[in-house]
């Protein structure tokens, strides 16, 4: 919770410094802030059977209009996976789903550009938008025996990356803006190699092949409010 | 024969003297009630004409192609009714109206249905449409001899109207574009060639049972049914051929270089056979010996040239030709607008208005040589036949300094002679300006006057009567002007069969500087060296000035601006689609007006859609902004927007009625069309290989595609800039928001331009 109050706080330090901007834009008549609840939805190929095949994500974002097709933003989003308590066969364990799984979640700090298209105004219309982010995830504890000790432990470790969507904005009664697009992505340090998997520290592969799918290709979708 | 001359001669001073008594020649303004025409919405006049299509129900057509053939046709007049180029109430339709009454009593089944309009067109010419409207263009008014003739051509629409041409065409045309019935199986070229057929069958029809069920029981004399083929045949002529005489330029002190004045005018040789199978219409030969065979054969018991009034007539056929020189200026046709108005000066050589319109006529075009776009407005003299091409030649050959010297000399003199017309003040300035910023043209420098004795001779005298050895009887000038355009054009072959060229020999002058001779005459006037050392210094100044000062700034801030006739249209599949069109033009206007308050603007709205049948006024205020913004946008193409627009002469007077020095216009276009059935194939293919967009894929294959086109654009009537010109072209639906952002953004160009000052 506290990571999530402090990417709030981030993000709105940044629209209040933003605000003083002087923007030679028109905005959305006149609004040129958007505050919205975002979430993402993924397919995953590989190891779809321990989530239904999708990745869920969710988040907030904000986006400020600086120019008239030229917006910044930064967001937040994060999303959780699941995956056996015992790991010492990961193909054996999987072969129980749901049967004493433990959570790892995946934080992600985004700062995002969007370049409206050329007959679209920001924040409305066709845009992409070009998003560099940092990722950090946290298990559970849970107990590893490729470790040093046989114990119960949590694990952490960060990835970086950028990703592309192509996508929509809507404006509905002047003030509830809805967002959708394509989103494709690419993050570093964490290719799915089924070598990573089987290798001795089986948990951060998966966990890095996981951010990586999950970032692979996704529908972004954002609903929110325009000041 | 004589008297009949002495009559009209009489009559041309009485006309002349009556509108000498008037202030000035104003254009031509609409008058009374607006007819339902022009207020009823397209739509409902749509599904009227789709409930009450009886006529049709022969027809080959499905029920949709008769529907699109009344979406079509009603949206295109309805275009045309509320353009404000369409001329009601005044005194000239009711002329009209009194003569269509007089024709259509032989029509007594379709007597109700019909209604006459003038159209602002140059172009000789008169159409029906299947509605029951006919249109008299005012270029047809203006070169018609007598009423004869206007009710010859009254009776040929009125067929057209009674046996459905316009429906029976485009029932043809859809038949060839869908290879239907007889089509099928052809080819483009022989399809075309059908179709003009079909036409001139049409137009063969329309002349002679035009002639039988109605002209032959009027009483007027066939012999007009036979002459108005002249008309016709002559139509790219000006209404009269008279000659010019490049002395108009000349005085004391200045002649034109020879280079610059056309020896001998190209004869008028305008053939009646000319190949008419790319045509609408058959060749004059065709239609003369169509008709020749009726008018021989029926007794013709009444000849009247006039029935209903032979002075109404006149009155009318005046206006046109006076509103000539107007729609020419508006037209950007400045040639044709200062021969039109020179020939009007023989008849009416008091007119301010013919005055006024040559000198500005003259500026038009010096303006436009001065920045090498003359071709934009004046005719090529190659192309010319007749007297007029002496004119045409004269602008071509004049060099530009020469030319730019006489805008200002005919401007002067016209100011000297109308000092209250502050507009042509203006344009005296503006052409002098050019003449010193461009040319470097310094008061010392003009040539000093010198003073000869005038010579005296009377021009009347260079054709004195006779009788040669072919029995051809020479004119006087005076007898020769008197004759007919038609009669002189044929008067002019004789002479060049019986003497050959005989044109007197030119002096030759040549002189590169001759220019500067132009305004000698007026350089020793005190009041013209103090005016043109004002414009002098004023250049000086204007030269110091650094780029930074000359960006232009609206004078001042913008709180208030009239928005000229919105255009709203949607095109489905290359097919205008009329229903909810008008709807949605009222909101996109409503959510204008809403940004421009959210802004601090007050939006005030001129749009056809917004007045009612006893505000003509602002009818008529919507016809001059619509005529003014097209003049506008004409000059902004060519890149001449710092040019003076014709029309802004009678603009002070809408500045003061609405209190508004910004005029904008806004349209904005949907075009819509299906996917091609590649682009479904791969949108779908594309869903296959990654399922979680397949609905996506699904939605992109089944939905159209959309394209939004959006314009708005502000002018400061004041200095004549375009404030504002924000255009838009994007992908998607003209949802609202889209709509709302748009015209935001459209004003938001002006608060920023507001926070500038």
Redesign the interface.
């Known amino acids: 919770m506290s990571i999530f109050i402090r990417s709030f706080s981030f993000v709105l330090c940044f629209l209040l410094l933003s605000h003083f901007v002087d923007a ?1 834009a ?1 905005g ?3 609004k040129k802030v958007i505050l919205s609840a975002n979430s993402n ?3 995953d190929p590989f190891f779809g059977r321990y989530k239904n095949g999708f990745f869920f994500k969710f988040g907030v974002q904000s986006e400020f209009v600086l120019a ?1 097709n030229f917006s910044l933003g930064l967001s937040y989003i994060q999303y959780s996976t699941k995956f056996p308590d015992y790991i010492d066969n990961y193909y054996s364990s999987s072969m129980f789903p749901g049967l004493n799984t433990k959570t790892l979640t995946s934080y992600s700090y985004n700062l995002d550009i969007y370049q409206y ?5 920001a924040p ?3 845009f992409i938008r070009y998003q560099v982010f940092y990722m950090t995830s946290v298990s559970e504890d849970f107990y590893e025996d490729m470790g040093p000790e046989y114990s119960f432990s949590p694990i952490d470790f960060s990835n970086a990356g950028v990703s592309i969507t192509v996508g ?1 904005k ?3 009664a ?1 003030i509830i803006s809805l967002s959708y697009g ?1 989103k494709f992505g690419y993050t570093f340090l964490g290719m799915p190699f089924m070598d990573d998997v089987l290798d001795e520290s089986p948990l951060q592969g998966y966990g890095r092949s996981n951010n990586f799918l999950s970032m692979m ?3 972004d979708v954002s609903v929110g409010i325009v000041l | 024969m004589m008297l009949k001359n002495n009559f009209i001669f009489l009559l041309t001073i009485l006309l002349s003297m009556s509108l000498m008594a008037q202030k000035d020649y104003i254009p031509v303004q609409c008058e009374g009630e607006i007819p339902s025409d022009f207020i009823l919405r397209t739509q409902y006049k749509i599904e009227l004409a789709n409930q009450n299509s009886t006529a049709y129900k022969s027809s080959k057509l499905s029920k949709t192609a008769n529907e699109e053939f009344n979406n079509t046709t009603n949206f295109y007049i309805d275009y045309l009714l509320k353009s404000g180029k369409i001329i009601f109430g005044t005194p000239m339709n009711d002329y009209l109206n009194q003569v269509g009454a007089l024709v259509l009593e032989q029509f007594p089944e379709i007597k109700n249905e019909i209604r006459f309009y003038i159209l602002k067109s140059p172009e000789v010419n008169a159409s029906t449409t299947n509605q029951g409207i006919i249109f008299i263009n005012l270029g047809l008014l203006a070169q018609l001899e007598n009423e004869a003739q206007l009710a010859f051509i009254i009776a040929h629409e009125l067929i057209h109207y009674k046996y459905h041409h316009v429906y029976e065409a485009y029932s043809e045309e859809y038949q060839a574009k869908y290879n239907m019935g007889k089509y099928q199986a052809k080819n483009y070229e022989n399809k075309f060639s059908d179709l003009m057929q079909y036409s001139h069958k049409h137009e063969f029809m329309a002349d002679s049972l035009g002639f039988l069920e109605a002209y032959s029981k009027l009483g007027y004399n066939f012999d007009e049914a036979m002459s108005v083929f002249d008309v016709l045949l002559y139509s790219n002529l000006p209404f009269d051929e008279i000659e010019f005489d490049t002395a108009y330029f000349d005085d004391e002190n200045f002649k034109l270089n020879s280079k610059a004045v056309l020896k001998t005018p190209e004869l008028i040789s305008n053939p009646e056979d000319y190949k008419d199978n790319e045509s609408t219409h058959p060749n004059i030969k065709k239609r003369r010996s169509a008709i020749i065979q009726l008018v021989t054969d029926h007794e013709n018991v009444n000849k009247e040239v006039y029935v209903v009034s032979r002075r109404d007539f006149m009155e009318s056929r005046k206006t046109a030709r006076f509103e000539m020189s107007n729609l020419y200026l508006s037209y950007l046709q400045y040639g044709k607008a200062f021969y039109n108005s020179y020939l009007l000066l023989h008849t009416y050589p008091e007119s301010q208005f013919l005055y006024k319109t040559m000198a500005f006529a003259l500026y038009g075009i010096s303006a436009h040589q001065n920045h090498g776009e003359i071709a934009a407005v004046l005719q090529s003299y190659k192309k010319m036949q007749g007297k007029s091409q002496r004119v045409f030649y004269s602008f071509r050959k004049m060099d530009k300094k020469t030319l730019n010297a006489l805008a200002v000399k005919a401007l002067w003199k016209y100011n000297l002679k109308f000092p209250e017309d502050q507009f042509m003040k203006q344009i005296l300035e503006k052409s002098t300006y050019d003449l010193v910023s461009k040319y470097g043209l310094k008061y010392e420098n003009i040539a000093k006057p010198i003073l000869i004795s005038a010579n005296t001779e009377n021009a009347d005298s260079l054709l004195a009567i006779e009788l040669n050895e072919n029995g051809f009887r020479l004119l006087s000038e005076e007898e020769y002007n008197k004759l007919s355009k038609y009669d002189k054009i044929r008067y002019d072959k004789k002479y060049l069969e019986v003497f050959g060229d005989k044109s007197a020999p030119v002096e030759v002058i040549s002189d590169k500087k001759n220019y500067l001779k132009v305004l000698a005459s007026v350089r020793n006037d005190k009041a013209f060296k103090q005016f043109f050392n004002g414009i002098e210094s004023e250049v000086k100044r204007d030269e110091q000035k650094t780029e930074r000062d000359k960006v232009y700034v609206t004078k001042e801030q913008v709180t208030h601006f009239i928005l000229v006739n919105p255009q709203y249209y949607k095109v489905e599949n290359d097919q205008i689609i009329v229903s909810g069109s008008e709807e949605k033009e009222a909101y996109i206007v409503k959510d204008l007006k809403s940004s421009a308050r959210q802004l601090g603007i007050n939006m005030e709205l001129i749009d056809i859609l917004q007045i009612k049948s006893d505000e003509v006024d602002r009818f008529n205020d919507l016809a001059f902004f619509n005529s003014w913004v097209s003049e506008y946008y004409s000059l902004t193409d060519n890149d001449l927007h710092y040019q003076i627009p014709w029309q802004n002469a009678y603009m002070d007077a809408i500045k003061e009625k609405y209190d508004v020095n910004h005029i904008a216009t806004m349209g904005i276009a949907v075009v819509s069309m299906d996917a091609s059935i590649g682009k479904k194939f791969f949108a779908v293919l594309g869903g296959v290989i990654i399922p979680p967009l397949l609905p996506l894929a699904i939605v992109h294959a089944v939905n159209k595609k959309h394209r939004v086109l959006y314009y708005f654009s502000m002018v400061d009537i004041e200095t004549n800039q375009i404030l504002i010109s924000s255009e838009d072209n994007l992908q998607g639906n003209l949802r609202e928001d889209v709509i709302s952002s748009l015209n935001y953004n459209a004003l938001y160009q002006l608060k920023m331009k507001n926070k500038k000052r």
């Open positions: 030679q028109p959305y008549k006149g939805i993924s397919y008239k298209t050329k007959g679209s105004t409305l219309g066709t929509r809507r404006i509905f002047d394509l290709i996704g529908l």
